[in-house]
């Protein structure tokens, strides 16, 4: 018969509640996945997150995504390459794929040199726009 440590079992448990939730959300920092997942495990700490962000990266089981407001990391339930369209104002982050359609434009703009990262595009998203237009 095979022990399991509860040290094992409960990075487990966890690793499978982060993957969970940040599929459910897409994208999250370790803030915002201990906020959701302390729902659940109330005795959750930031570093056992931290720890299994970590772990799950490494491993190529979640992804890392731009960086949120405060410079926190912030990670990518989809692990297909893939772009970013960020709200430069609520920071909101969307998954979207323009670099194979800019591929061609970016190449000319750029004297022909290759674009090898993926895109991170800034601008307002719909929320944010509507409410800037409202103000005014």
């Known amino acids: 018969m095979i ?13 499978s509640a982060i993957k969970g ?23 959750l700490s930031a570093t056992t997150v931290h720890r299994a962000t ?27 390459p893939h772009d970013h369209f960020l709200c430069s104002s609520c920071h909101l982050l969307r998954d979207i794929d323009v670099k ?3 591929n061609a434009i970016l190449k000319r703009s750029i004297c022909d040199c290759q674009v090898s990262g993926r895109l991170i595009i800034e ?3 719909s929320s944010c726009e509507r409410a800037l237009l409202t103000v005014k």
Do not use: W
Request: proline share 3%; aromatic share 4%; charged share 30%.
């Open 3 to 15: 022990s399991v440590t509860s040290e094992n079992a409960r990075q487990t448990k966890y690793c």
């Open 21 to 43: 939730a940040l599929k459910i959300k897409g994208h999250a920092t370790n803030n915002e996945l201990l906020i959701e997942l302390r729902r659940v495990f109330p005795e």
């Open 54 to 80: 970590a772990r799950l990266a490494s491993r190529g089981e979640i992804a890392v995504a731009p960086s949120a407001k405060d410079g926190s990391m912030r990670y990518d339930s989809n692990l297909e």
């Open 100 to 102: 194979s359609k800019l």
């Open 123 to 125: 601008g307002l998203c």
